[in-house]
């Protein structure tokens, strides 16, 4: 971040901090415009898991958060049997049959009743029409089951009203993604050869930069003809970021497959081992955090393509414009579908240095994706989009809250290692100092009782400056609400 | 389910609910299909593609977007649990190959190091070479490091091999004195692979080999015991094999410094057959530097084999490692001579390639390769190199050269091509690619 913008976001911190705590449940639109402090947008979309599915049991644990209790709904299977929502979901072996989630099966899953309104009482009945066993599928993974989800969804902020693009399988989702449209097609295939170079090339006809890193073994899906310099490894993401040299936007994509070099599927989809896509989501974030610089300048976006055929309460919402353009909209005949209707609802946590703890319903779907890159980097979507879907799609810039950045770690027993490798000892950096200084003033301003309390002339080294930076966050959130 | 539909800021041009969802009541064809449950897993998962197949061919029929359907329906024929069919080759020189692979998940609710996941495939080519193969697998995914877990493997393969060049051992054979022996390769393994830190995984297995060599009397009239080794003689192994091997970084990457090292020890103990007991060791080296890819990457690749005998012992011919075109494992050695040219115990080999994207999806490579075979280990020095060098027309995806022509020439033989290739990067449609091969 440029130095007065820093100073700028430290000015603004007294009003911010305690503003944000109104957000937390409900966040106001901001106004719309880059934010100079974000230089890199890093997206980790991983595979076919509902809302409810990974974060629904969070509820008791984030204020506000549109989740589940075990009990509050069901569906019924086909003889009458009620399946309820419930704890339970295993990282492996419950999903014998992947359940189905192409265009036909989400319509069975939505339960739509005489009035057109989704029910969503449809999943269990879909899931033991296709030979599975329907109580799974309104199973729900418990926050201590997935521990990097959760602290990350805790720390940070997560989206509860982000919803699949379309309601159908990964194809159309991912396009959405990567083009903030799927051309019209709700069943398109997995080799996007006339689609253009998307987000990408957008951002580089504006002299910016973007890239996909993938896993060597399974690949990339659908965007393999984009171009060979628009691509890089996992391996690259990670030195990318250490180096500080990751490009303006990032997109992620997790293993697909267990491969014979060893390497074990990462993208949680059904019936892979879910526990290998919770580390993956730390070795992401602990990518990030891995050069302070990176960290400082970055957004990371967590999201899932599509729900797989797993349970989530919320019916998804639709939309009063379609996609396309006004004069030629898209438009499915067989099956009849106009882009009006978005999927069903996915976790999506916005983690930034720059955003509170807790939970934002604005509406999001993945077209959001595009528009913000194009938001940040390129120019108001309105004008730079193609299509009416992108357009019209709210952005996560506006989440972004006028704080100083945030450098406190989420709880994740897991890894306390790594944790403790980072305080390393020796004299505290300039920066280090720097900020210490101005949170110090921050807290004179906000919290004076608390800055007089503590002495930024002791920080001498980086385990001082840390545990410095720690409290003094930690006191500000406590004002703001968030303790 | 109100907070889902007042929480929401209002529509001022951007995206926001408009109204409870009414959907098109318009019936939409070829509704699910229904499948009944299985506990068998095999009858599971036939069952499931052949819904899978159904719904894929209605749609296909009566949907719109053909072009993606058609996707859609390769994807559940040639990927995924059940029935598919296989292609590609049984070895070089053997032709090309077609068969059939069954994959059936053993998933039940069970801890992981309890899920096992099975193929069995078998091909056969045009030439009459064929296999049969099948493998149970279990990755013990409750541990990984750095995206791997360890990995225990049960297999058992038969390769029939009816016709394989060979030109007799070592380096000076002439390339007319060419003549064909058949090979019977059955095996059957068990493996356990694991990773640890700082990107090194070492791995154990023990196998039993039965190798049954079949040579006519123009062979025989040709070679003998001295100059073709066990030619008459079925062997049969026990084999013991420690590996160790590392890759920086330990993700890969397409661009800065990257390197892998693998170091294998077998030991061949011949339980019958005569005295053909022998220790294999292998090394393999590579290193690589990746730049932008209109600057392009470089390659180095080196290897070295040594096949020790037992006192009185022999390696048999047919174990023998060879250099040229491609070997048994398909691996491509000197390209601009014939397949499996030069046979001998051991073998050292180096290649230095520059890989470069012209216009996307196309790249070029040049390449130059140095290698020779040697009766002893002490023969494997720099002098006396056989020497290719080549180009290579790459088809890129993903940035990063996935299949290629080769256009390999040496001195001795003149211009030699090959084309090779991998599954990696396909639109995602080899994610569920398996089987045995």
Redesign the interface.
Known sequence: MAELGRRAVLGLMAGGAVAAANSRVLSEPRSEGTDPRIRHIVVLMLENRSFDHMLGLLMPEIPGLRGVKAGDYFNEGADGTRYYVTDGAKYQGQFTVDPAHEFENVHEQLGISGSGVPSMRGFASSYQGAGGDPANIMRCFRPEQLPALSALAKHYLVCDNWFSSVPGATAPNRQFAHFGTSFGQINSGLIWLDRGRGIYGRLNAAGKHGKIYYARGSGTFGMTFLGSKYFGLYGDFVADCRRGSLPDYAFVEPSYSDDPDRTIATDQHPDHYVPAGDQFIWDVYKALRANEETWRTSLLLIVWDEHGGIFDHVPPPRLPYGDGTPEKPFRSTIPPFDFRELGVRVGAVLVSPYVNPGVDHTLFEHASIPATVTQQFIGDPREHAPFLREKNANRLLKLLAPIPPRLDWPSYPVDRKLKGARVSEGPATAFQLEHVQELHNALARILPDVARASNPAAVRTKKDATEFIAGAMAALHTRAGYA | ?A??LT???S????????????????A???????????AD?LL?SL??EW?LLK?DWC?LM????T??????LL?DVFTGPGLHPTGGIVVPDGGVAAGLALNV?W????P?YQ?FSSSVEGRGSENGFWEVGAKVQT?L??Y?ER?????VTLFATHLDLPRLPFYGLGNETPQDGRKLFGLRDTGVAASV?V?IPFGV?VAGELAGLWYAPEVDTSFGSVFNETTAPGLHTRTTYVRPRVSVAWNY????????L?SSALVSYGFYGAVAGGDFSFSRLEARWNVGFGL???IGSLRFASRVMVNDPQSHSNVPFYLQPTLGGADINDENVLRGYSNYRFRAPNLVAYELNYER?II??I?IRIFGQLGKVGQHASDLGFDHLKSSVGASLTF?????AIAEISFGWSEAEGLHVYGTGNT?????????LRGVF
């Open positions: 389910m907070c889902a929480c929401l800021p529509w001022t041009g951007a995206q926001t609910l408009d109204a409870p969802a009414p959907l098109p009541e318009a939409t064809p070829c509704p699910p299909q229904t499948v009944a449950p299985h897993p599971r069952v499931t819904a719904q749609k009566r949907w719109e977007d072009w993606p359907r058609i996707q859609y994807v998940d998933n039940t609710n069970a992981t899920r990755l995914a409750g990984s995206g791997k877990s360890p990995q692979d990773p995984a970084p330990d993700r890969g990457v397409l661009y800065g990257s932008d890819p209109r994207a996307d999806p790249g890129r995806l993903g940035g990063a990696n990067n396909l639109g995602g449609l080899t994610a569920g």
